[in-house]
Structures are given as C-alpha cells and as structure tokens.
C-alpha cells in the first residue's frame, strides 16, 4: 500500500530565510506527487506536481520541490520565505491503478517569523 | 477558483440523526472525492467516485454512504451520526482527460459537529 511520511509537525523559519518542508512517500511503481497548502478555514490548495521529467518542480507562490528517487523522498523549498507562507502544508501521492485516488501525509504547520 | 460548492459549510446535530452533505461542481470533472479532516490524520479518503453511478470506498468508509446520479452533484450520508465522525469534511474533483493531469481540487469544507 502506498503512503506519505511528513516527518515533522511544524516547521519554524525566519522570514527571509529558506525553508523546507520535508516528504518521503512508499509507492509501487513510478510515483505521482503533489503538494497542497492550506489556510485557516479553507480547503486545499494546490501548489505544484511531478509527474514525470525534471527532478526540480516549480509551483505557485515561489515554492518549488525536489524529486529524489533514490532516497524516495519529494521535499518542498522555498528560497526566502515570508510571513504569509504559515499555513498547513499536505504533500500527497496518488496510487497505482486507475481511480486517480490520492494518498496524503499528515501535514505539517509552517510559521514563518518576523 | 475550481467551481465547487459544499453544503451546508457548518452543522450541528446530534447522535443517531441522519446527516447529507453536498458537493456540487461546475467543472464537468469525472472524479469526486470526499475526505474527511481530523488532527493528527491528515486527510482520509471516505469515499470517490470515477463517474455517474460509479463510486467506490475510501479508506474510512465505514458509516458512510454516497450517491452520484448526476456528473455535477456528489453526495455524503451519515445514515446514523456518532461523536467520532464529528470531523471537518471535503469535497474534492478531478480530471485525467483533456490535457488534465490529476491533481485534486478542494471546496471550502464543511464542518460537523456531532453531539
């Protein structure tokens, strides 16, 4: 069965700083990976996807993401983070079969500090 | 923003009490999805639906239904609510044809308070 690992609850960063949001999934066959962000009171939003391709994936707002086969990990960075970036990050995978159903992680609370 | 629509956004009821949500969408979208949202779970698919009539189970499925008899409107029972599925629920869609390439689009939630 496949899964999602978010290994850390909460990420605490300084604004301007870079962060990282870490991710490792479990998955037969070649993976598809998605990140979501979520703010207070509202529904998912999605940030970017691999799919197939390049290694390095880049989404909305500045975040992009690094696929890692070997160490079956799909990190999420940002270079400079800011004060708007705190929200509650969902990295995802979707399973092998048809149905297009996907897997997500706990989630981890980002808070960006001044 | 995707066209999805969840309602009602907010309930209270009390245990033993059929609860329906509604998701309705405005995107002609194949799949749908309801998750549910809980702290320390993340989000756990309930049950998903791959076109009209078709549905399938979720991981948490048990105490719940669903229903599909239109593209646009997907529907959630709770044929006898408890306190453990007092929970923040989502609807989600997607699509694979088209040049679409599956990710999920949430609607706004809807928030269920079982007493």
């Known amino acids: 069965a496949q899964s999602v690992a978010q290994p850390e609850d909460q990420v605490n960063v300084a604004e301007g700083n870079p962060l990282t949001v870490k991710c490792t999934y479990s998955?037969?066959?070649?993976?598809?990976l998605f990140w979501y962000v979520q703010y207070p009171n509202r529904g998912l939003q999605f940030l970017l996807k691999y799919i197939t391709g390049d290694n390095l994936v880049k989404g909305s707002y500045g975040f992009e993401a690094e696929f890692n086969k070997s160490q079956t990990s799909f990190h999420l960075k940002k270079p400079s983070a800011l004060v708007s970036d705190s929200a509650l990050y969902f990295c995802?995978?979707?399973?092998?079969?048809?149905?297009?159903?996907?897997?997500f992680g706990t989630g981890t609370q980002l808070k960006v500090e001044l | 923003d995707a066209g999805i629509t969840q309602s009602p956004r907010h309930k209270v009821t009390e245990t033993g009490t059929p609860v329906t949500l509604r998701c309705h969408q405005t995107?002609?979208?194949?799949?749908m999805y309801w998750y549910r949202q809980d702290p320390g779970h993340g989000l756990r698919l309930i049950h998903y639906s791959y076109g009209v009539k078709d549905t399938d189970k979720g991981e948490v499925s048990d105490g719940y239904s669903v229903s599909r008899s239109k593209t646009e409107d997907f529907l959630l029972t709770l044929e006898s609510a408890t306190s453990s599925q007092t929970s923040v629920y989502f609807c989600?869609?997607?699509?694979?044809?088209?040049?679409?390439?599956?990710?999920?689009?949430f609607g706004e939630g809807s928030r269920l308070t079982v007493l």
């Open positions: 989600a869609i997607s699509e694979l044809a088209g040049g679409h390439t599956g990710e999920l689009f």
């Open positions: 998955v037969s066959g070649n993976p598809y």
């Open positions: 995802a995978v979707r399973e092998a079969g048809g149905g297009n159903k996907l897997t």
């Open positions: 995107e002609n979208h194949r799949y």
